[in-house]
């Protein structure tokens, strides 16, 4: 950038006639300095630039990265909805055995219930006969002591009298 400065000033003194020296030299320092930092801008602008668009493209992969993951997700749920379903159905089955099989032992039971309940009418048939007869046998027994007591008083207060 010197050589260049050093060119423009003499190209300048040559086509312009020259007053001051000193602030050819400044005006030319200047438009170096600005073409420098020109330059600079523009480099350091297109190094920016790269950098934004590096980290554009590693966020643009990672969102493509998370809609990969976003996406296993969504199959490994599908997966276990898949799964859930199939124990849903099984429980079902499974339910409906049980539902079978309590409907037989609930037959079971009633027949059985029906059974025992004949069985136990008899045994109060029989309870009850034997309690009406037992209950017979005790008005016989009270009647005949009864009758037997009286006999017997009679018979004393005959025999008291005669005596």
Same mark, same amino acid.
């Given at each position: 950038?010197d050589?260049?400065?050093?060119?423009?000033?003499?190209?300048l003194?040559?086509?312009?006639?020259v007053?001051n020296?000193?602030?050819?030299h400044?005006?030319?320092?200047?438009?170096?300095?600005?073409?420098?930092?020109?330059?600079q801008?523009?480099?350091?602008?297109?190094?920016?630039?790269?950098?934004?668009?590096?980290? %554009?493209? =590693?966020? /643009?992969?990672?969102?493509?990265? &998370? !809609?990969?993951? @976003? +996406? #296993?997700v969504?199959? *490994? $749920?599908?997966?276990?909805?898949?799964?859930?379903?199939?124990?849903?159905?099984?429980?079902?089955?499974?339910?409906?055995?049980?539902?079978?099989?309590?409907?037989?032992v %609930?037959k =079971?039971f /009633?027949?059985?219930?029906?059974? &025992? !309940?004949?069985? @136990? +009418? #008899?045994?109060d048939? *029989? $309870?009850?006969?034997m309690?009406?007869s037992m209950?017979?046998?005790?008005?016989?027994?009270?009647?005949f002591?009864?009758?037997?007591?009286i006999?017997?008083?009679?018979?004393?207060?005959?025999?008291?009298?005669?005596?």
């Amino acid at each position: 950038m010197d050589n260049l400065a050093d060119m423009l000033e003499h190209e300048l003194e040559d086509a312009f006639e020259v007053k001051n020296r000193g602030s050819l030299h400044r005006y030319i320092t200047l438009l170096t300095q600005n073409m420098i930092l020109k330059d600079q801008n523009n480099s350091e602008h297109a190094a920016f630039r790269e950098t934004i668009i590096r980290i %554009d493209s =590693r966020i /643009e992969e990672g969102f493509k990265r &998370m !809609d990969d993951r @976003f +996406e #296993q997700v969504e199959r *490994r $749920f599908e997966q276990v909805d898949k799964r859930f379903e199939q124990v849903d159905k099984r429980f079902e089955a499974m339910q409906q055995a049980m539902d079978k099989r309590f409907g037989q032992v %609930d037959k =079971r039971f /009633e027949t059985m219930q029906q059974s &025992m !309940d004949k069985r @136990f +009418e #008899q045994v109060d048939k *029989r $309870f009850e006969f034997m309690q009406h007869s037992m209950d017979r046998r005790f008005d016989m027994m009270f009647r005949f002591m009864s009758l037997g007591f009286i006999i017997m008083g009679t018979m004393m207060s005959v025999y008291q009298f005669l005596v």
